[in-house]
């Protein structure tokens, strides 16, 4: 019955804000279309589609807020319009009671408050759709910190309106065209993960140590302690921050904050954080950043708030890398062969239509000098253009997006001329270098090593498999039928056709075994490589 009413109340909601006019009448079927016919006696509305959008969420309260700011993070599905609208969801939400916050924080420390805490504000600091934080000093070493404290029975009411949002995205999904287009179902599976993940608050205490870690004595960017300690579920303790907001540009100003080199820097750290540590920050809008007042000449970030961090596969990193050097060098041939090479769009798309499609989107753009280039928007147009030729774009690779478009946007409005690619180039040709610096192949040996060791005494009878699955490859690849079988019989061909032989078998394992990274396992390696790979090994080694 509760589920009913809240049904009831969605769809209402969801008729006063008009948000039957998203799907067009004649995509639904004949009986949908009846059903609907009498809301051509309501108003036309005088909010755009995003505004609606977004008051609608609003008015459900705090999991369909959360819901809104998960679709504003997916602009590869979700129209740029209501991506723009759906930035500015509010999250700020009442508080609940604070004496239900002392028992939770007392029952999860396991003691009083007096106990573990100085000046414990009972007026939270802040309150949002999850979790809301109060301020205090802690005994055990006198520091200023915030406690965070996750809303209690939120889980129930998540997986009751997640059940309902389940039933909008499959009616949606099947009587609309661009609903199947946008998968919906899909969409709201990744944010059940996404929302239940952030009622974790060890996971971003974790997240938040890891940055820490990574950033360590940096002049770029501050991340504050995670007191584990006093750290559990539903209950985190931090240690207190105090900065400029960083949307407060008079404030920065007055303290004669060098802007040119904040804006420079908040670039630096994503590129920082992507490639050199592989994993960012995914949230970075305003109000989870600050500027430290220390030194104004050479500012200082501040962040907050870890709940949503990325990373990418290796190959992802590899490939994104890559493109982007290509596309600011309009290599759009190259562009095109790097997204086949790495699997974002299939093997048999056709190269020349690609890079076609490509060159159309992108030379408009280069236009224009690159100050004025959105580098967050190229790769949304990229991935546009990709979609076209079946890319199926991963969450992580949005999410890399999206927090591009959020740094950039965040750069301009601190500094209107920031060229992003001037900061951008030099780092990512300096990624790319070293990649492949004697020294960092040494460090991956060294890291992989003992693995590969640990499998050496398995060889022999991951030989004779290889083998048998190579023989049973025979109707594919008669040739390497032939070859495992001569390799049972003695070989008296002279040595310069067993070291051809061998040549060409590497050559051809390298080339069929497509992108290997080093976190790769073993059973990853296509078999029919192996069988090349080790063809070649009996050539050049002999019998």
């Avoid at 540590?277 to 500027?291: E, L, S, T």
């Avoid at 430290?292 to 961090?309: K, W």
């Avoid at 974002?344 to 004025?372: N, Q, S």
Wanted: proline content about 6%; glycine content about 4%.
């Amino acid at each position: 019955m509760v589920a009913l009413l809240r049904f009831i109340q969605i769809a209402f909601t969801a008729l006063r804000f008009r948000l039957d006019l998203f799907i067009p009448r004649e995509q639904l079927p004949r009986g949908a279309r009846l059903l609907l016919s009498f809301t051509a006696l309501l108003p036309e509305p005088k909010l755009s589609r995003g505004e609606r959008l977004r008051l609608f969420l609003e008015s459900l309260g705090p999991v369909f807020i959360k819901f809104g700011q998960l679709l504003s993070t997916r602009p590869d599905l979700i129209p740029q319009d209501i991506v723009q609208e759906l930035d500015k969801l509010q999250d700020n939400v009442p508080p609940f009671a604070s004496d239900t916050c002392q028992k939770i924080i007392e029952s999860a420390l396991g003691a009083p408050i007096d106990e573990l805490f100085d000046d414990f504000d009972a007026e939270p600091l802040a309150s949002a759709s999850i979790a809301q934080v109060h301020t205090a000093t802690l005994k055990a070493n006198n520091k200023q910190v915030i406690i965070k404290v996750v809303r209690p029975g939120l889980e129930s009411t998540i997986e009751k309106d997640i059940a309902l949002m389940l039933v909008l995205a499959r009616l949606v999904e099947r009587f609309s065209i661009d609903g199947r287009r946008l998968r919906p179902v899909e969409v709201v599976e990744e944010y059940k993960h996404t929302i239940l993940d952030e009622l974790n608050l060890q996971r971003e205490a974790a997240n938040a140590s890891q940055l820490r870690r990574h950033f360590a004595n940096s002049e770029l960017i501050y991340i504050p302690e995670v007191y584990w300690d006093f750290t559990r579920r539903n209950v985190m303790v931090m240690e207190r921050i105090y900065g400029i907001p960083v949307t407060n540009i008079d404030e920065l100003r007055e303290q004669n904050t060098n802007m040119k080199v904040l804006a420079e820097r908040g670039v630096e750290i994503f590129f920082t954080q992507v490639f050199t540590y592989n994993f960012f920050h995914a949230d970075m809008h305003p109000g989870n950043i600050f500027v430290s007042r220390a030194n104004p000449e050479q500012p200082q970030y501040i962040a907050v708030d870890f709940a949503i961090v990325g990373s990418l596969s290796h190959d992802d990193q590899y490939y994104m890398a890559r493109n982007l050097l290509a596309i600011f060098r309009r290599d759009y041939r190259l562009v095109a062969e790097l997204h086949v090479q790495s699997g974002w769009v299939p093997e048999d798309t056709p190269i020349h239509e690609f890079e076609t499609a490509i060159r159309t989107v992108c030379e408009p753009i280069f236009e224009k000098p690159l100050k004025d280039i959105s580098f967050g928007h190229i790769v949304l147009t990229l991935f546009q253009t990709a979609r076209r030729f079946d890319m199926q774009v991963q969450p992580q690779l949005v999410l890399l997006q999206k927090t591009l478009l959020n740094i950039e946007g965040l750069g301009r409005q601190l500094y209107p001329d920031l060229d992003l690619w001037q900061t951008a180039h030099p780092f990512l040709e300096k990624w790319i270098q070293d990649r492949f610096h004697p020294k960092t192949i040494w460090q991956q040996l060294k890291r992989y090593g003992p693995e590969v060791m640990e499998q050496i005494p398995q060889m022999p009878h991951n030989l004779i498999d290889t083998l048998d699955q190579v023989r049973q490859l025979g109707d594919l690849a008669p040739e390497l039928h032939q070859v495992a079988s001569r390799m049972q019989t003695p070989d008296t061909r002279p040595k310069w056709y067993r070291l051809a032989l061998g040549l060409v078998a590497a050559t051809a394992a390298v080339l069929t075994a497509g992108p290997v990274s080093a976190d790769m396992a073993f059973n990853e390696i296509p078999v029919h490589s192996w069988g090349f790979g080790l063809i070649g090994l009996w050539a050049l080694l002999g019998r």
